[in-house]
């Protein structure tokens, strides 16, 4: 530890007349203006809760009619329940761009492989974490029955905006070919339990995947299927056996000679999908890509047992 | 029964004397402010390389035409009005202002972001720090509030931070501010006695550094201690798994911990369910322990093994930048100045002496001393002309010499060097003895 006798002219000296503090009024004034910041943090931290855990209402109550404009205002309201109750999945969302002359591109966000810095990739994830928490499970039973809140559907739209302004695409003649609809789904990847590794998974094993679909809009963000405020749960191999059949096996008829992965690279089909194809180079074949139950052959690829079965979805009102 | 109620009151009065006492103590003590000085060389540092990093992004994050466009937020923030009941008007409403709801021309987004990356560089060098501080604060704000959903922990962190150094004189001590401040009162210390003497330079403690950081102490060990409260409702952290569920990610993983699960079964719970438990035990524990000064450093050390595996094996290496920036609040004053007289301050002892009559020479002997915080040069007039410099083994040097035997011996005499170079004329060599007479 350092020496008193080593002259350090920098330090302060404690004993320095001018070293006595603030005056009484100000002590005061300062120590109210202290205790109502502290008071505002608690309403913060103390008025998160879950289904199993609410929040204590006084709390709620005085964070939502008295401080919430000075925490909303100054960004101090996160509760601070980092990976709490448990650590949770990522999310990606996947976009399904269809443009007007009928072609197809899919968007994975955020695609790691895109991002040389962490900051803009972890600021992306974010992006994509959105429609996690602007979702809530309808039922604790149930987590396959999610709702979107309103400002959810408000961002939905703004990503189908975002995602036709920019990917927009360009014919032979530099004619520009305009997005004619985005799809959105949700993406929740699980992660790999201990089990799961000995069998041999990989991170990319489409059983991690849990998609819900959030809606079709139009290139202005209006929505153009029929919109609900749920999020509709799709099983993966469902999900993944309409994107064979609608997008890729139709790609890989129009080219039969052209290589399998340019064309899948090409489509940005979501990782999952083409691992599919590393995994079961069978579904290359002919034969599998006119089978009509494209679902029943993925499920057996894996083993049926590993599968989530479908859901009934809830009754729209 | 009188003496018992006056016992009961005496106690009270006692009581209520010691908590006043306590809290003006704890609250209102002056302090040297070099711990928060050290936060906010930190704050900026990383503020800087958050933003310079994401500055390619800024438009599809903040500008009009991002994720969430401007017509997005509009509708966001007018959302409330669309709610049937007051409980759910209230919860929708947003205070949340931005800079970014009013600049609409991309041009000016990026210049605008481009200048508050440079206040974040100021800051962290600490010039015009109060200024550079509040511009930090107010651009941090109005990116987060803009971005909407593009911020995690790490940025709830920062505008705790950045808030609470807007308090303190951030700017006091190792800072830019505080070298020019240190060279003006040298300057001033010559002209009416010249000389300088240490009282000349020295710093004022300061009661709202104390303040700043007190409550960047008790912010943190809030964070801490709901982070692992919160956690006491999962069941997986209970069994003691969770750390396989955070280490695995493989969107957030920088490399693959699965090889955990094919290791024998005693060392898989070995590791992970230690790193479960530390890292439960830590976070409640922290604001208790935190302030013993005997476990304090133990509590730090616990603090940086636990951000660095969340950076290594999660690879949210900025959030825990950010939480060990909130840390380094607990350093105490005497510690970090050891610590930096121990990477900073030279060996070397020098001699300076100088011609009080010669403008020149008084103004090298202000930077000198501006840029010597150890005390490494002692400082004596002399009749000689110019300024000299003589080291302990009785050498002299003189002119340009004597600045290049400064620049080597104080680390902190580059920082002046550019201002110092005109203030050393070459010196007449035989004007100038070979050495001086040990003292």
Redesign the interface.
Known sequence: ??SDA?????????S?A?????RRWV?VV??LL?CA??FA?CTA?LAAG?P??PPPLPAVYAR??VT??YL?????T??????????G??N?IWFRIEYADGSVRWLEV?D?RNWR????Y??????A??FD?MGESVSPEDPTVRRLS??GR??A???A??VA?KYARQDENGQPIPVARVTIYTVM?S??E??M??KGWD??DLRLYTPFYIGTFGPD?VQLDKGTEFMEYRVISDLAAHILATDIYPEFRKHPDRDRSEILEELGIPRPIRALFYRFPELLRQDDMDRPNLKEVIEQLFGTEDFPKDRQTPTRT | MSTILRAVWNYVRNLGRDIVQGWNYFWFQPIDPVPLAFVRLLTGTLVFYIYASTFGETLNLIGPEAWIDQQAIQEIRAIHEEMQTPFERQSNRSYAQSIWFYVQEPWLVLTLQGIFLLASLCFAVGLFSRVSNLVVWLGHLSFVHRGYMAWFGMDSVLSMLLLYQLIGPTGATLSIDRLIERYRLARRALASKGRIGPEDLALKPSWTANLSLRMIQLHMGIIYLFAGLAKLQGDRWWYGSAAWYTMVVPELELFSMRWLANTPPWLYVTLVFAATYYTLIFEIAFIFLVWNRKLRPLMLLGAVALHAGIGLFMGLMGFGVAMLTGCAAFLSPEGLRWFLAALFSGKEKLRMSYDRRDPNALRAVALAAAADPFGQVTLAPSTERGVQVATEDGKVHAGTAAFWRLFSALRCFPLVSVAAIGAFPSANPESVPQTVARS
């Open positions: 530890m350092p080593v002259e350090r002219p920098e330090a302060p000296s404690t320095d001018s070293s006595v503090g603030p002590k300062v120590s202290i910041h502290w943090i931290v879950t199993q855990f939502l009619y919430q404009p909303n205002f100054l960004f101090l996160n509760p601070y329940r980092f990976y709490a109750p448990n650590p999945p990522a990606l955020p790691r810095l962490r900051m803009p972890q600021r992306h994830l974010c992006v974490l959105l928490q309103a400002q408000v961002a739209s703004s990503f905006r975002y302004r990847h992660v790999l201990p089990h590794v000995q991170i990319n963000g």
